[in-house]
């Protein structure tokens, strides 16, 4: 047992028989999580809705209990071998924080990223954790391999917004000196504004703070996704939401009455101001050391020297 500000975590070791998870219905294929569960406990995590639908708690109790996957490292190795991978993109964090507080003990992620850098295999990262900053010199050899690339959810620079909807994160200004620390090792790191919640970050000046600190930061990129709310995410985040701003909830029952997720025509005005701003500061790629993964017939004379 470990306490995790107030909030007493237990950690479970325990080993896993695959590492690489089949993703469908995802804009990719492949994922991998070196944890199960995450401390942050996010009002608005979808993971919630996973839990749910396999039956754990996806209350209060969501990231009390996390899963260590011990021997991660050992099967990816195996199933990266095998004959029948293509070396196909794998996404690491889609249904926890890797970079959450345990990494710090327990280096799964940093063990994972070892072995995806000696298959020269590509890769994403997902994460609201500051302690990936260890990893940028390792992130950097990968990503001369093949191709990596970091995204930093940073919805919000509002402090009484993150601290109410994040109680388990560090602060967004300290992701995006990560995220500057990463683009000047030459590793590719953007920002995800996900999910920006209806009348609490979704305002242009709101959304105009974030993107401002994001281009100071150096993001080489910048995308936003409206908060959509599944059952197990939707009883949890809307319990909060009646808490800590209890005039909204009526809107947020309007919004979202037909679904978990906004209608077209609500969600579009902020995505499309995303975009706009993003261009109106200059938001792209403008990396000094720029690391660029071989092509093939570079990898295929390196294999064979
Ligand atoms: S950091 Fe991500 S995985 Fe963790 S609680 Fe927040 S939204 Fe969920």
């Not at 959509?228 to 909204?248: I, K, M, N, S, V």
Request: hydrophobic content about 40%; overall charge positive.
């Amino acid at each position: 047992m470990f306490y995790h500000g107030r909030v007493r975590v237990e950690y479970r070791e325990e080993p896993c028989k695959v590492a690489l998870n089949h993703v469908k219905g995802m804009p990719f294929g492949w994922s991998l999580n070196p944890y199960m569960g995450c401390v942050h406990r996010c009002t608005f995590c979808y993971v919630r809705a996973f839990e749910r639908r396999a039956d754990r708690p996806s209350d209060h109790r969501y990231g009390t209990s996390i899963r260590v996957k011990l021997n991660i490292a050992d099967r990816l190795r195996v199933e990266l071998a095998r004959a029948s991978w293509a070396g196909e993109h794998v996404v690491i964090g889609a249904a926890t924080d890797p970079y959450q507080p345990a990494e710090g003990r327990y280096r799964l992620t940093r063990a994972c990223i070892e072995v995806l850098r000696d298959a020269s295999n590509p890769f994403a990262i997902i994460t609201r954790g500051p302690l990936i900053v260890r990893d940028a010199e390792l992130l950097a050899e990968a990503a001369a391999r093949a191709d990596v690339s970091v995204t930093f959810s940073v919805p919000t620079v509002d402090d009484e917004v993150w601290r109410t909807t994040e109680p388990g994160t560090a602060p967004p200004r300290q992701r995006l000196r990560a995220l500057k620390a990463l683009v000047a090792h030459g590793v590719r790191a953007s920002v995800g504004m996900a999910p920006l919640l209806p009348g609490l970050s979704d305002q242009p000046s709101s959304l105009e703070r974030v993107i401002v600190a994001a281009r100071e930061a150096g993001a080489c990129g910048i995308w936003a996704n409206l908060l959509y709310l599944r059952p197990g995410t939707r009883e949890y985040f809307l319990e909060c939401l009646a808490r800590d701003w209890p005039e909204l909830l009526p809107g947020y029952e309007r919004l979202y009455a037909r679904g978990a997720y906004l209608p077209q025509a609500d969600a579009r005005p902020a995505k499309e101001e995303v975009r706009r701003l993003a261009k109106v500061h200059g938001v792209r790629d403008r990396r000094t050391v720029k690391l660029r993964p071989p092509e093939r017939d570079e990898q295929l004379s390196l294999l064979s020297a």
